[in-house]
């Protein structure tokens, strides 16, 4: 008999607008003001993946699953003042020092102890 294979769970993610909807606006609010209105319209649909893992209240999250973001970083850029990483018209990574954001991020995607 055969076995199946079984496709991995999907990543956990989260929507922006739900979990912080007052930076999603003020992102929006940001792009369109420099000139990216269709990055600005995506932010209704962004969905953050993860957090950085620098072990400082930094607030910076991805946007991509970390497959996609691998895939996709070498083409990209920062835009709007080191605030957005985009590559293909996708935002693959949004950098704040929000300590609120932060303190969010690590809600939704607690660290992992180490056994050091």
């Known amino acids: 008999m055969r076995k199946s294979k079984r496709l991995p769970p999907p990543p956990v993610s989260f929507s922006l607008l739900e979990v912080l909807p007052e930076l999603a606006l003020a992102l929006r609010h940001g792009l369109r003001k420099h000139g990216y209105r269709e990055l600005s319209d995506k932010l209704a649909e962004l969905r953050i993946y993860g957090r950085c893992e620098c072990g400082r209240p ?10 996609e973001r691998q895939r996709l970083f070498r083409h990209g850029e920062w835009i709007d003042g080191d605030v957005f990483f985009v590559a293909q018209g996708r935002i693959l990574e949004i950098q704040t020092l929000d300590k609120n954001v932060d303190a969010v991020l690590v809600e939704l995607f607690p660290r992992l102890l180490s056994d050091d």
């Open 58 to 67: 930094c607030g910076t999250f991805y946007c991509p699953s970390a497959e």
